[in-house]
């Protein structure tokens, strides 16, 4: 009991294993600490180790990062629309 109060007031903690991944070191994030997506972002505060989920990019900063299109675009003739009996 005083353990799940202690976890609820601090957040869950888990003991995991570090390993080697090439040249980086790596952790397993066990299920109940998932993040959605396929991004975060890390960073560290001291001699924590911050992991978070990554926000969504928002349309606008998608289309920011498209480079502007430069070719000349043929024109496109509008001839009048056909009249119709009504």
């Known amino acids: 009991m005083l353990r799940h109060m202690l976890e609820v007031i601090v957040g869950a903690t888990r003991h995991v294993k570090l390993f080697r991944n ?4 790596a ?9 959605p997506g396929t991004d975060a ?6 001699a924590r180790l911050v992991i978070e989920a ?4 928002s349309l606008l ?10 070719d000349d675009f043929p024109t496109i003739e509008r001839p009048p629309p056909e009249p119709v009996d009504l």
């Open 22 to 25: 090439g040249q980086n070191q």
């Open 27 to 35: 952790v397993r994030i066990p299920r109940e600490f998932e993040l």
């Open 41 to 46: 972002i890390m960073r560290k505060e001291g």
């Open 54 to 57: 990554a926000p969504k990019k």
């Open 61 to 70: 900063e998608l289309l920011m990062t498209l480079e502007p299109i430069e």
